[in-house]
C-alpha cells in the first residue's frame, strides 16, 4: 500500500478491525519512510450483477435504491431500520450467490415483496401497489383480498 504522503511503498499496519458486520476491514497504517499514519479499507470485490429493467435495459444493482424503495414503503410503519436493512442484505447476498450476473428487476420486486410481506402488511401493499402497477382500482382491490384470505384464520370455533 502506497503512503498517500510520500509514495511510499513500505507500510506497517498496527490497528485492524472489522466493520459493516465483517464485510469490510479497516487498517491504520505507519509508512516506514515518512512516519505518517493513514487508513486503508478492504473489502471482498464481488461480481457487478445487472439489473434487466422492464424495458429490456440494464443497469448496475443498486442497494441504495432497494434500500429507498423499501424505507419508502415502510414509512411512518413499526418497522425498525435493522430490519430493512436485513432484507436488503439478504437480497443482495441471494443475488451475489447466484450464477447468473443478471437478473430481471420483477425477481427482485418479487422478492423484496416476500420479505415486506412477513413484516408488515401495510408496507407490502405500499411497496407493491408502486411495483406492480395497478391498473384500476379492482386490480389492487384484488390483492388486498388476496392479502385478508392469506391472513384470516382459517379454523372456525375457537
Given at each position: 500500500?502506497?503512503?498517500?504522503?510520500?509514495?511510499?511503498?513500505?507500510?506497517?499496519v498496527y490497528d485492524t478491525r472489522t466493520i459493516d458486520d465483517?464485510?469490510?476491514?479497516?487498517?491504520?497504517?505507519?509508512?516506514?519512510?515518512?512516519?505518517?499514519?493513514?487508513?486503508?479499507?478492504e473489502a471482498v470485490e464481488l461480481t457487478?450483477?445487472?439489473?434487466?429493467?422492464?424495458?429490456?435495459?440494464?443497469?448496475?444493482?443498486?442497494?441504495?435504491k432497494l434500500m429507498s424503495g423499501l424505507m419508502r414503503a415502510c414509512e411512518k410503519r413499526p418497522v425498525p431500520?435493522?430490519?430493512?436493512?436485513?432484507?436488503?442484505?439478504?437480497?443482495?447476498i441471494t443475488l451475489q450467490s447466484?450464477?447468473?450476473?443478471?437478473?430481471?428487476?420483477?425477481?427482485?420486486?418479487?422478492?423484496?415483496?416476500?420479505?415486506?410481506?412477513?413484516v408488515d402488511e401495510v408496507s407490502y401493499v405500499r411497496f407493491a401497489s408502486v411495483y406492480r402497477q395497478f391498473?384500476?382500482?379492482n386490480s389492487f382491490i384484488d390483492e388486498l383480498n388476496s392479502l385478508k384470505k392469506r391472513t384470516e384464520p382459517t379454523g372456525k370455533g375457537s
Open positions: 500500500m502506497r503512503c498517500p504522503y510520500c509514495s511510499n511503498a513500505e507500510s506497517k465483517g464485510d469490510k476491514v479497516r487498517r491504520r497504517r505507519e509508512c516506514l519512510k515518512c512516519g505518517r499514519r493513514f487508513t486503508t479499507y457487478p450483477i445487472f439489473v434487466v429493467k422492464r424495458d429490456s435495459s440494464r443497469e448496475p444493482f443498486s442497494r441504495n431500520l435493522e430490519t430493512i436493512e436485513g432484507i436488503v442484505k439478504s437480497i443482495q447466484s450464477a447468473d450476473h443478471e437478473v430481471k428487476a420483477s425477481v427482485i420486486g418479487e422478492m423484496a415483496m416476500s420479505a415486506l410481506k412477513q391498473k384500476d382500482i
